[in-house]
Each structure stands twice: as C-alpha cells, then as structure tokens.
C-alpha cells in the first residue's frame, strides 16, 4: 500500500494523466518448496486498467531464458483492481507520509529519466 501511495504521491507532483508499473513478485508455495518468479505489469489512468503477468524461466547461472504469459486483464474500474486503486478517487497524505514521500523522491529523483511523450 506504501509503495502505491508514494508512485501516487509522485504522480501529483507532476500532474500525471496515466502511469505505467512493471516488477518482479516472487510467489512460492511452501507445500512444495517451489518459488516463481512473476514480472507484473500495470497500465493505467483514472478511468481504465491493463494489467498482466508473465512467469520468468531462468536457465544457467540465473539468465532469463524465457517469459510465458501467465493472464492479462483489463477494465474500466481502476478503483477495483489491486494495481490501480489509488489512482481513482482520493488518496490522502498524512503529514508524516509528505514528509517521507518528499524526502524520498529527493532522493530518488536524480536518478529517474523522464521522457516527454511525442518528443523527437
């Protein structure tokens, strides 16, 4: 929820319209002792989502080999989707969460590149 809270945080300091999220989700099953690695990928505005999941196969020495597509999902409720909620309706910041938002995206910031849509 912090992680979401902090892109949103980051996304009105610029005015954003729309965003794009990808990371790897290590999901495991204790049962069997197997973990798989999953890239997440969430797209999304204030009024539609697409979101997917590709499990990573890796070979030797931990290179990716291969990604197979694991579902795909889209909509118009991005309030309703675990990847977009907070993109829809208020999110409201504590004065602790401004604070530690704004000193992290300080921090982060020099180190992020943007690019301007439709730039050539």
Same mark, same amino acid.
């Given at each position: *929820?912090?992680?979401? %809270? /902090?892109? $949103?945080?980051? &996304? ?6 729309? /965003?794009?999220?990808?990371? !790897?989700?290590? $999901? ?7 973990? #798989?690695?999953? &890239? %997440? !990928?969430?797209?999304?505005? %204030?009024?539609? /989502? &697409?979101? =997917?999941?590709?499990?990573?196969? $890796? ?5 990716? *080999?291969? !990604?197979?597509? *694991?579902?795909?999902? $889209?909509?118009?409720? +991005? =309030?309703?989707? +675990? ?14 969460? %401004? #604070? ?6 300080? @921090?982060? @910031? +020099?180190?992020? !590149?943007? @690019? ?5």
């Amino acid at each position: *929820m912090m992680r979401n %809270k /902090y892109l $949103r945080f980051i &996304l009105d300091e610029f005015g954003a319209m729309a /965003y794009v999220f990808a990371g !790897i989700d290590v $999901r495991g099953d204790s049962s069997v002792v197997e973990v #798989t690695e999953v &890239l %997440k !990928i969430v797209a999304a505005d %204030k009024e539609h /989502y &697409l979101s =997917g999941d590709w499990q990573v196969m $890796r070979g030797e020495v931990g290179r990716v *080999m291969e !990604i197979a597509e *694991m579902g795909v999902c $889209r909509g118009s409720d +991005p =309030g309703e989707h +675990p990847g977009s909620w907070f993109l829809a309706g208020s999110v409201s910041f504590s004065e602790a969460e %401004k #604070t530690r938002f704004s000193a992290l995206w300080a @921090k982060a @910031k +020099p180190d992020v !590149i943007f @690019k301007e849509r439709g730039a050539g």
